[in-house]
């Protein structure tokens, strides 16, 4: 089946500095989302990227959708304290696999004031 | 989006028992689908919960085990059966809106599964 390699696991930063993680796959996706997760919550989508190539942002995010299709990156900048969350990315199918997503292991990041 | 509110929000079960989660959405959507988060790791899908027919499962999630039920465009059930501690998890809703269900999935805040 579809796997996506998340990385990092983990980061420990300090207040306003930049932070990135990725995701990589051995499949295709037709859709990449990137989600934060805080404890006791749901998933939060944060950015869907929707096509090869095409980068979005939304506030001090920034995510891009790999040319192969099969990589995404997210970036943060200037992080702050409620930063602090498990981001997961995750990919989503067609064909056979439509709506279906797959997830990353998540990077849990944590924001030091 | 769509407001997504789940019942239980968690529950403490004892093994061998079955409980039935309950999804419920503040409008109509094309697609709903059930998610497993175990403790400390990421989320799995189990099934796509069709509206009016049997769900779609995944490999490894078998419907004597997690049947689930949409008996219409905003509500739907997971029953997880026969429960083990192994089941101690988060069980997450989604839902995917659009005319084709192709809008990103958003998230209900899951219902928290303990079982002793």
């Known amino acids: 089946g579809q796997q996506l390699n998340q990385s990092p696991q983990s980061m420990f930063i300090q207040e306003g500095e930049d932070v990135s993680m990725n995701c990589t796959s051995s499949s295709i996706f037709n859709t990449w989302l990137w989600y934060k997760q805080d404890p006791g919550e749901g998933p939060v989508l944060l950015i869907a990227l929707y096509k090869a190539g095409e980068l979005t942002s939304n506030g001090r995010l920034t995510a891009q959708f790999g040319i192969t299709r099969k990589d995404s990156f997210l970036n943060i900048s200037a992080s702050i304290p409620s930063d602090v969350g498990i981001y997961f990315c995750?990919?989503?199918?067609?064909?056979?696999?439509?709506?279906?997503?797959?997830f990353g292991q998540g990077t849990i990041l944590t924001v030091h004031p | 989006s769509a407001v997504i509110s789940q019942k239980p929000s968690r529950d403490i079960c004892q093994r061998g028992t079955s409980l039935t989660i309950q999804c419920q959405v503040d409008?109509?959507?094309?697609?709903m689908f059930w998610y497993r988060q175990q403790p400390g790791q990421s989320l799995t899908l189990i099934a796509t919960a069709n509206q009016g027919s049997e769900a779609t499962y995944e490999s490894g999630f078998v419907i004597d085990k997690f049947p689930i039920s949409r008996p219409n465009l905003t509500f739907s059930t997971l029953t997880v059966s026969n429960m083990s501690p192994e089941d101690s998890s988060i069980y997450l809703c989604?839902?995917?809106?659009?005319?084709?269900?192709?809008?990103?999935?958003?998230f209900g805040d899951g219902t928290r599964l303990s079982i002793l």
């Open positions: 995750a990919g989503q199918g067609g064909g056979t696999s439509y709506g279906k997503l797959t």
């Open positions: 989604s839902v995917g809106e659009g005319l084709l269900g192709n809008q990103p999935q958003h």
């Open positions: 409008s109509q959507v094309t697609m």
